[in-house]
């Protein structure tokens, strides 16, 4: 299956004419799931049963971020979709997957940062149509940047994760005060939407990753002592 952010990180790569070099850069890393080697999380990787599709719109050096959850929705979700953002030049790509009939594109994104009435709180798909969410994968600031500079997107509803969910998820797997992450936010929607299979297996993969991850930081990318 397509893993459609490292594809966007493949390419970036190919185009850059500099190194990127984020925190971490020096560590040995597996070039899949980009966490330290000796605690890489490839093995066992579920995709999931999922009649949604997923689209990540990534603020400019996303997609090298070892810390990006974005990839993750990818490898669990099939029908899955990642775009460098640009406000004046978007991908035609982009363009024609909005557009295309097959199927119902939601913007991910909290009701009080978007004029009032174009938030929705539930998923109503039209017969025939496949769900599209799209994420605005960036730090806070960015993404509230790529939707105010996105007139692309103007036209489409902008589906809110309400507090009590966020509230409820925090307390079962992320008790942190700061915003959720693309991963955490994209297990609620899926949930929303009827999609449990994707739900719950992208929660274990998050899981997974976020406790291999922190480990590989704190050990420096070395193994586990005995």
């Known amino acids: 299956m397509k893993n459609s952010v490292l594809a966007l990180r493949a390419q970036q790569i190919s185009e850059s004419r500099r190194e990127f070099n984020a925190r971490g850069a020096k560590m040995d890393r597996c070039e899949q799931c980009l966490i330290a080697k000796h605690y890489c999380i490839c093995e066992g990787v579920e995709h999931a049963d999922c009649k949604a599709a997923v689209c990540l719109l990534m603020y400019h050096n996303e997609s090298f971020?070892?810390?990006n959850t974005g990839r993750l929705i990818a490898e669990i979700v099939p029908d899955n979709h990642a775009f460098r953002w640009d406000r004046?030049?978007?991908n035609p790509a982009?363009?024609?997957?909005?557009s295309d009939?097959?199927?119902q594109p939601l913007v991910v994104f909290p009701a009080e940062d978007?004029?009032?009435g174009r938030a929705i709180t539930e998923v109503n798909i039209e017969e025939g149509k496949k769900p599209l969410f799209i994420f605005l994968d960036g730090t806070w600031r960015e993404a509230k940047k790529m939707i105010r500079k996105s007139p692309y997107l103007d036209n489409l509803p902008v589906l809110s994760v309400t507090a009590d969910k966020l509230s409820d998820y925090?307390?079962?797997v992320a008790p942190h005060a700061h915003q959720l992450g693309t991963a955490e936010v994209a297990i609620m929607v899926l949930a929303l939407a009827g999609e449990m299979d994707a739900s719950s297996k992208l929660e274990q993969?998050?899981?997974k990753f976020r406790d291999a991850y922190l480990l590989g930081k704190r050990n420096?990318?070395?193994?586990l002592s005995i």
């Open 88 to 90: 004046t030049d978007p």
């Open 114 to 116: 978007v004029e009032e």
């Open 101 to 103: 009939s097959q199927y």
């Open 205 to 207: 993969h998050f899981i």
């Open 65 to 67: 971020k070892p810390s």
């Open 94 to 98: 982009l363009l024609a997957l909005i």
């Open 170 to 172: 925090r307390l079962r």
């Open 220 to 223: 420096k990318g070395r193994p």
